[in-house]
């Protein structure tokens, strides 16, 4: 079956350092890609879509300017964190879809600053 | 706007078990349903999808009917087993919005 790769699966830096996130689409071009926050024993919170070659539609709440997010090619997409802090810390989650794929889940991405 | 309602967790079981999960949804237009998986440390598993009124989804043991009278999808399984622990998510999709609306998940614990 279709496949979402992200990597890293874990990271943990200093606070201040930007942390940079790939989503990628194995199998299948993924028109649209979303962007979710999870926080500890809650559900998923959509922070944006990306469509392929197009600026990323970020939820209400969401700062654009801190989690830059670029969808340059079908297979892939980046989340960056910019300047992150502890409150930053979560486990974010990628997922990938198509007119002919239903949403696939890349096994997110915990983050950890210190 | 969109929503989505489950039961609150935990749910504990016994192996063998009968499960049911609710599930409510509010949407304007036709959505899709669906319930995901999340296994612990990991992203979310697609379970089963009912895309119009009626469809039942299955996978797994797992059953679900898109009940449009009632707005609801719940998720059940005859008997479950210990490595059905996990959190179990149901989520809709409407075209219109492009947007998956997830609920906030529903905690399950089967104990041998």
């Known amino acids: 079956g279709a496949v979402v790769s992200q990597h890293p699966s874990w990271v943990i830096c200093k606070s201040g350092t930007s942390v940079k996130i790939e989503c990628r689409s194995l199998?299948?071009?993924?028109?649209?890609m979303f962007w979710y926050r999870q926080f500890p024993k809650q559900s998923l919170m959509l922070m944006a879509t990306?469509?392929?070659?197009?600026?990323?539609?970020?939820e209400q709440g969401v700062e654009k300017d801190k989690f830059l997010i670029n969808h340059a090619s079908l297979t892939l997409s980046t989340l960056t964190v910019t300047s992150a802090h502890p409150e930053d810390s979560s486990f974010y989650i990628c997922?990938?879809?198509?007119?002919?794929?239903?949403?696939?889940f890349g096994d997110g991405t915990r983050l950890s600053i210190l | 706007g969109n929503s989505v309602t489950q039961m609150e967790g935990p749910v504990t079981l016994s192996e063998e078990a009968f499960l049911t999960i609710n599930c409510t949804y509010t949407a304007t237009g036709y959505p899709s349903l669906f319930w995901y998986v999340q296994y612990p440390g990991e992203g979310l598993q697609l379970l089963l999808k009912?895309?119009?009124?009626?469809d039942k989804g299955s996978n797994k043991g797992f059953e679900a009917t898109y009940r449009k009278e009632t707005t609801s999808f719940h998720l059940e399984k005859g008997s479950v087993q210990v490595s059905d622990s996990a959190v179990y998510f149901c989520?809709?999709?409407?075209?219109?919005?492009?947007?998956?609306?997830f609920g906030t998940g529903t905690r399950l614990k089967v104990l041998a």
């Open positions: 990306s469509n392929e070659g197009s600026k990323a539609t970020y």
């Open positions: 199998d299948f071009q993924a028109t649209t």
């Open positions: 009912a895309t119009k009124a009626d």
């Open positions: 997922s990938a879809s198509s007119s002919n794929q239903p949403q696939h």
């Open positions: 989520a809709l999709f409407t075209s219109g919005t492009y947007k998956y609306i």
